[in-house]
């Protein structure tokens, strides 16, 4: 059973997934603990209703980020935490936590990256007027959104569309490929080589992009 740390900020619907995909017993995995800097994050609530401990944590209270994200590291290794889960948590991850656990930081973005890093991929994708956007699940490296890519799903975007819209639409395929890019790892199925991500899957052509089907 591979041990999970999360890091969300907000709604915690990634999370909600995660945990849900446990309880099924597709992620061979626990959640063995949230960490928050919102104290008002609704993700802590799923945590508590699925007996999970919730530790708010908040840069205001250390003395510098670096220090807030050793003090973040340091929970997690206390609590015996394999693979950090980045959802939603609205912050760059700095040195501290990426040095404690190298390639092993996941995050979820919603666009194809590179295309859109940061703030409002959705926004942006349909500000752009591209036709195809979706999400990617990467390794966290120093940058912001420029980590090693181990999965992407592909995500039509119409005409008419709104961030909202679209972000819904996306976020179907978010709850998929997550739990999926978490179990790969828990399988010993990813290894890194430089930026690239090897899938060792019977079908790796066939997993490694998930497309909507045809009139999503
Ligand atoms: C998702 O859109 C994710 O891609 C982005 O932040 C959002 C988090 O949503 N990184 P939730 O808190 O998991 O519902």
């Known amino acids: 059973m591979l041990k999970l740390g999360v890091l969300a900020s907000g709604r915690g619907s990634n999370l909600q997934a995660i945990m849900d995909s446990i309880k099924t017993g597709y992620l061979p995995a626990s959640v063995e603990v949230l960490v928050t800097d919102n104290p008002g994050a609704y993700a802590i609530r799923r945590a ?11 840069p205001s209270d250390h003395p510098s980020h670096d220090a807030y994200y050793s003090a973040v590291a340091e929970e997690l290794k206390r609590r015996g935490v394999e693979l950090v889960i980045l959802a939603g948590f609205m912050r ?4 501290p936590l990426i ?22 991929g959705q926004r942006q994708a349909v500000d752009y007027g591209v036709k195809i956007s979706g999400c990617t699940v990467h390794f966290v490296d120093e940058g912001m959104d420029t980590g090693p890519v181990i999965i992407q799903a592909a995500v039509p975007v119409h005409h008419d569309d709104t961030e909202e819209s679209l972000s819904q639409r996306i ?3 978010e709850h998929r490929i997550y739990p999926y890019a978490i179990r790969l790892f828990a399988e010993g199925r990813l290894s890194v080589e430089g930026r690239i991500v090897k899938v060792d899957a019977p079908a790796e052509r066939d997993v490694a992009v998930v497309n909507p089907p045809l009139g999503d």
Do not use: C, T, W
Request: proline residues 10%.
């Open 171 to 173: 976020l179907k395929y």
């Open 48 to 58: 508590e209703d699925n007996g999970i401990p919730a530790v708010v944590m908040q």
């Open 99 to 120: 040095d404690a656990f190298r390639m092993r930081i996941m995050n979820i973005h919603p666009a194809l990256l590179p295309s859109f890093p940061g703030l409002h």
């Open 92 to 95: 760059i991850v700095r040195k």
